[in-house]
Each structure stands twice: as C-alpha cells, then as structure tokens.
C-alpha cells in the first residue's frame, strides 16, 4: 500500500474519532409521559337469593310448609304460595337495561283450581313480565300461587282431584342493556 493511501486512511481514521467521541454533537431534545390510568368495567346480572319459601293459607291462617313440603298434601279449601326473591345488580356509568321474566305456571291443574303469577321488583309490582333495572342493587321477587276453593260441590268429590301431582313448570328471569348510552 502506498505511503499516501495509508496516510490518507489513517487521516480519515483520525476526524471520525475526533467528530465520534471526542468532539461535542449538541442538540435539544425534551420527553413527557403519559401517567398510567385504569378503566373499570360495571356489570349486569340477576341470580336468586336465599328466602324462597312455601306456605298455605287456609282461611285467616298461613302457614310456613317450605321445610316440610314434601310430605304436604293440598286439599280443598288451601292456597299455597311459593315466593322466590331476586336481585339484580347493574353498575355502569351509562348502562340503562330492561328485565323479562317467562313465568312458568301449574300445569294441568283441574278447572277449579285458580293459579297465578305475579311480581315486584325495587317496591313496584311487575306489570306483565317487564320491568325497568334499577341501578346499583334492587331485589324482586316472584310470586307463584295455587288456589283450590273449598265447597264448590262436584269439583272436590270427583277422583280427578285425589293423589296428584301438579308441577310449577320453570320460571326465567333476564336482564338485558338496552342502550348503549351514547348521544
């Protein structure tokens, strides 16, 4: 190699080192940071909670069966009353939402027989099978009654009505949103 081409290299070595480390590069520069932050999510739900109870009324008198209903025995002359209670849970900033409840019933009971369903929910009775969810946490609960009137002559005599079994078919309660809150 010759001597120019070495003395050129060594030269070039020479400024880069110089404009690398040894000299000064100066320019501004300025950062800022986001602060970390957290979004809470609210919920909507509905479940059954303790109490469900069964009683019969006969006259003036009602009595609390629900720890011996599997041995109770209707006659004529009872009413029994199932009551379940609920509660709905709805937290959210925007969160609006509706309920439905399918009510199930007594199925295949003799004509004479009365029964019916009814409902409230957050202090208001329950109007069909639709409410409005409260916010925050409201109770309900539903109400399922079987009325066998006592002295209407054929209708307790008749073997149609001795040893039956008459099931309360399944009742749903649901929770839906309703809007999305937005303007």
Do not use: C
């Not at 979004?39 to 009602?62: D, F, P, Y």
């Amino acid at each position: 190699m010759k001597k120019s081409t070495k003395g050129t290299i060594a030269i070039a070595a020479g400024i880069a080192l110089l404009l690398g480390g040894g000299g000064s590069l100066a320019y501004w520069q300025g950062t800022a940071q986001v602060a970390s932050a957290t979004i809470q999510t609210g919920e909507l739900n509905v479940a059954l909670t303790t109490g469900a109870t069964w009683q019969v009324k006969r006259g003036s008198t009602t009595t609390d069966i629900t720890s011996t209903l599997a041995t109770f025995k209707m006659v004529p002359g009872d009413t029994v009353i199932y009551t379940v209670p609920f509660q709905t849970k709805a937290n959210g900033t925007n969160l609006t939402a509706g309920g439905a409840i399918n009510w199930g019933g007594y199925a295949a009971v003799p004509a004479h027989l009365t029964s019916s369903v009814a409902g409230t929910y957050n202090s208001t009775a329950i109007t069909g099978g639709a409410f409005t969810v409260a916010s925050g946490t409201a109770n309900g609960q539903l109400v399922f009654t079987l009325t066998w009137p006592f002295g209407t002559g054929a209708s307790n005599d008749t073997a149609s009505t001795m040893n039956q079994s008459w099931n309360l078919g399944a009742t749903t309660v649901t929770v839906t949103q309703t809007a999305n809150g937005a303007s």
